[in-house]
Every structure is written in structure tokens, then in C-alpha cells.
């Protein structure tokens, strides 16, 4: 099975910026960031897949960025101008759908996620 360790999260101040990173043992075709907050749903934020095409959602997209550095097995999440609404648990997740959308129910394998908290 996919092992997944993200990190990098922590507390910001808004209009900041954090990295996240998630570590993985084996690539996916499709590999995605979601959040949640207490009380609310998992979030999808955007995927990559295989080939390097990202998709996002339409409230994320300008603001975060999904990278990734293949030789070091690492997916990364860029989130910029962070808002005190964007606080949450952040998960990365790998899945194996062709249309490597941002539905959580595609994906198999998930993180222990890591905590952002922008005051």
C-alpha cells in the first residue's frame, strides 16, 4: 500500500505563506491535497497526475500551487496570501482514477494530515 507522511504545516499569519510537503513510497497516476475543518467536509483542493497536469478548484486556484519533485518522491503544496478561513487539517492523498479529479472517494491511500492555522 501507498505510505504518505505530509508535513510543513504550522500557524501563520495572514497574507502568509507555507509549504507543505508529502512524502510518499510509491506514485499513483493521480495524487491530490484536501483540507478539513472541524465540523465541515473533506475539501479537495487539486491533483496531479502522472503526467504532471494539475487541476484545481476554482476557489484554490491563483492562491496554491501543486509541485512535485520526482526523484525525491515528495508532492508539495504552495499556498500563498493565506486567509484565517483556510485553517484546517491538510491531507495528501493518492488514488488511481483516470480523470484525477478532486473527489475524496477516488482516492485509496491518504496521510495523517497536518494542521494549518492562519490568525
Known amino acids: 500500500d501507498v505510505q504518505l507522511v505530509e508535513s510543513g504545516g504550522g500557524s501563520v499569519q495572514a497574507g502568509g505563506s507555507l509549504r507543505l510537503a508529502c512524502a510518499y513510497t510509491?506514485?499513483?497516476?493521480?495524487m491530490g491535497w484536501f483540507r478539513q475543518a472541524p465540523g465541515k467536509e473533506r475539501e479537495g483542493l487539486g491533483t496531479?497526475?502522472?503526467?504532471?497536469?494539475?487541476r484545481y478548484a476554482a476557489s484554490m486556484k491563483g492562491r496554491f500551487t501543486i509541485s512535485e519533485d520526482n526523484a525525491k518522491n515528495t508532492l508539495y503544496l504552495q499556498m500563498d496570501s493565506l486567509k484565517p478561513e483556510d485553517s484546517a487539517m491538510y491531507y495528501c492523498?493518492?488514488?488511481?482514477?483516470?480523470?484525477?479529479?478532486?473527489?475524496?472517494?477516488?482516492?485509496?491511500?491518504w496521510g495523517q494530515g497536518t494542521q494549518v492555522t492562519v490568525s
Open positions: 510509491y506514485r499513483r497516476y493521480c
Open positions: 492523498a493518492a488514488g488511481g482514477t483516470l480523470s484525477c479529479s478532486g473527489v475524496p472517494g477516488d482516492f485509496g491511500s
Open positions: 496531479i497526475n502522472r503526467d504532471g497536469y494539475t
